[in-house]
């Protein structure tokens, strides 16, 4: 580009492009002096250092607006292209949704549903299974409530036990009188293996959630329907169980009424007679006697009920584990005319769904992290179920023997 002189003064002719920092700075240095009128003002130092200063900084302004005001625009419009490129992959993401996500839901409400009630059951005596990652709030809150059921247990048997064996004479009424006691001592028992066997339910519930996770739509279904069949086992026993408890517990000694002895004195019954080191017929005692024996009733119930749909809820999962291996079986078999790869793929699959169901693990070793669901359901519910029978024979025997004495008597 070329510069015309004018008056000693270098005037710039219009630029196509940038204007450069050497056109300002070094291309004046590189031109030759010229001859002009002596005495001008404007050539006298140090006026032409100042002016040649001020039009190079001049030139440096110009090129830094124009640097900024590109880099300005290039940020804008390359972040208008980067929130374009994120709505496509959002709307990528929603036109295919992952499988993933969707069957982690459905086993995150599957897993809920299929739980609720056992969990609602469990929690509200302490026993179940807390998260790892639990809050130390919620650890002590649960020893505390475990801490304040077995008060409660041996609140109500230890007096009645010392009434039994200190004021009862009769060996009838004896028999009479343990067998409630009898009854909340085994399910003493099963909430002890209960919460031994925290760790092993925690397990049981990963795997449950596992096979939610990794079963198809129709798997699920058969999930879901078995665990409403067991819902409303669970409900159905629990309304019989808690209506004849509470009028067994809280309404029968209240229908009795109050008895009046020799030495007129009166006495108020108790749903469980108990040997106490105070007078338990004078008030508060004795309405807080009555309370704590008719709550420790409940907590038996809740126990039984809790238990019972434990049992419940893994024997129906490992059913209806079994019915989907049957029908991968059925479908098996209708893969007859189909390519031989497709079959021998089914059949691998049919291999790993059985091994995870059943497998040959030794159980002596069965607390390793290797075991499978039927094992680990066997090993928590074994215990619970040996104790329902024994419970259930013990109390047929009683029964029979005080019916032998009373024809006997007769």
Same mark, same amino acid.
């Given at each position: 580009?070329?510069?015309?002189?004018?008056?000693?003064?270098?005037?710039?002719?219009?630029?196509?492009?940038?204007?450069?920092?050497?056109?300002?700075?070094?291309?004046?240095?590189?031109?030759?002096?010229?001859?002009? *009128?002596?005495?001008?003002?404007?050539?006298?130092?140090?006026?032409?250092?100042? @002016?040649?200063?001020?039009? *190079?900084?001049?030139?440096?302004?110009?090129?830094?607006?124009?640097?900024?005001?590109?880099?300005?625009?290039?940020?804008?419009?390359?972040?208008?292209?980067?929130?374009?490129?994120?709505?496509?992959?959002?709307?990528?993401?929603?036109? %295919?949704?992952?499988?993933?996500?969707? %069957?982690?839901?459905?086993?995150?409400?599957?897993?809920?549903?299929?739980?609720?009630?056992? #969990?609602?059951?469990?929690?509200?005596?302490?026993?179940?299974?807390?998260?790892?990652?639990?809050?130390?709030?919620?650890?002590?809150?649960?020893?505390?409530?475990?801490?304040?059921?077995?008060?409660?247990?041996?609140?109500?048997?230890?007096?009645?036990?010392?009434?039994?064996?200190?004021?009862?004479?009769?060996?009838?009424?004896?028999?009479?009188?343990?067998?409630?006691?009898? %009854?909340?001592?085994?399910?003493?028992?099963?909430?002890?293996? *209960?919460?031994?066997?925290?760790?092993?339910?925690?397990?049981?519930?990963?795997?449950?959630?596992?096979?939610?996770?990794?079963?198809?739509?129709?798997?699920?279904?058969?999930?879901?329907?078995?665990?409403?069949?067991?819902?409303?086992?669970?409900?159905?026993?629990?309304?019989?169980?808690y209506c004849s408890g509470a009028g067994v517990r809280a309404l029968a000694p209240i229908l009795r009424g109050k008895t009046v002895?020799?030495?007129?004195?009166?006495?108020?019954?108790?749903?469980?007679?108990?040997?106490?080191?105070? %007078?338990?017929?004078?008030?508060?005692n004795y309405e807080i006697i009555f309370f704590v024996q008719v709550f420790c009733g409940f907590i038996n119930y809740t126990t039984?009920?809790?238990?019972?749909?434990?049992?419940?809820? @893994?024997?129906?999962?490992?059913?209806?584990?079994?019915?989907?291996?049957?029908?991968?079986?059925?479908?098996?078999?209708?893969?007859?005319?189909?390519?031989?790869?497709?079959?021998?793929?089914?059949?691998?699959?049919?291999?790993?769904? #059985?091994?995870?169901?059943?497998?040959?693990?030794?159980?002596?070793?069965?607390?390793?992290?290797?075991?499978?669901?039927?094992?680990?359901?066997?090993?928590?519910?074994?215990?619970?179920?040996?104790?329902?029978?024994?419970?259930?024979?013990?109390?047929?025997?009683?029964?029979?023997?005080?019916?032998?004495?009373?024809?006997?008597?007769?």
């Open positions: 580009m070329a510069r015309k002189r004018i008056n000693g003064f270098t005037k710039p002719e219009p630029l196509s492009g940038t204007d450069c920092w050497s056109l300002r700075a070094v291309t004046p240095f590189l031109r030759p002096k010229t001859t002009t *009128v002596s005495g001008l003002l404007f050539l006298q130092r140090p006026n032409y250092e100042i @002016l040649f200063f001020v039009q *190079v900084l001049c030139g440096f302004i110009n090129c830094t607006t124009l640097t900024g005001i590109l880099g300005l625009c290039t940020t804008l419009s390359l972040h208008m292209c980067s929130m374009l490129k994120i709505l496509g992959n959002k709307m990528n993401d929603l036109t %295919n949704l992952s499988k993933t996500d969707k %069957n982690m839901q459905n086993a995150k409400e599957g897993v809920k549903y299929v739980t609720w009630l056992v #969990h609602l059951l469990l929690h509200a005596i302490g026993a179940w299974p807390t998260n790892v990652k639990s809050s130390v709030l919620s650890k002590v809150q649960k020893w505390i409530q475990i801490i304040l059921i077995y008060s409660i247990h041996f609140a109500v048997m230890v007096p009645s036990i010392l009434y039994i064996i200190l004021k009862v004479k009769s060996t009838r009424s004896r028999i009479k009188l343990i067998l409630p006691h009898y %009854n909340s001592l085994c399910q003493v028992w099963k909430y002890t293996i *209960v919460l031994r066997r925290n760790n092993e339910i925690r397990e049981l519930l990963d795997d449950l959630r596992n096979d939610w996770l990794n079963g198809t739509e129709e798997d699920q279904m058969i999930y879901k329907t078995r665990a409403t069949i067991g819902h409303r086992l669970v409900i159905s026993f629990m309304i019989f169980l002895l020799p030495d007129n004195t009166t006495l108020r019954h108790l749903p469980c007679p108990g040997y106490f080191f105070f %007078n338990d017929q004078i008030s508060p039984l009920s809790g238990t019972l749909g434990l049992c419940t809820t @893994l024997c129906l999962h490992m059913s209806s584990m079994l019915r989907i291996l049957g029908n991968k079986m059925n479908q098996l078999t209708n893969l007859s005319k189909t390519d031989e790869k497709i079959v021998q793929k089914k059949i691998a699959d049919i291999v790993e769904y #059985h091994t995870q169901f059943k497998d040959k693990i030794n159980h002596f070793v069965i607390k390793t992290p290797f075991m499978q669901y039927f094992n680990r359901s066997e090993y928590v519910t074994s215990p619970i179920y040996f104790l329902d029978l024994a419970g259930a024979m013990s109390v047929m025997v009683i029964v029979g023997y005080i019916m032998i004495m009373v024809v006997t008597i007769t």
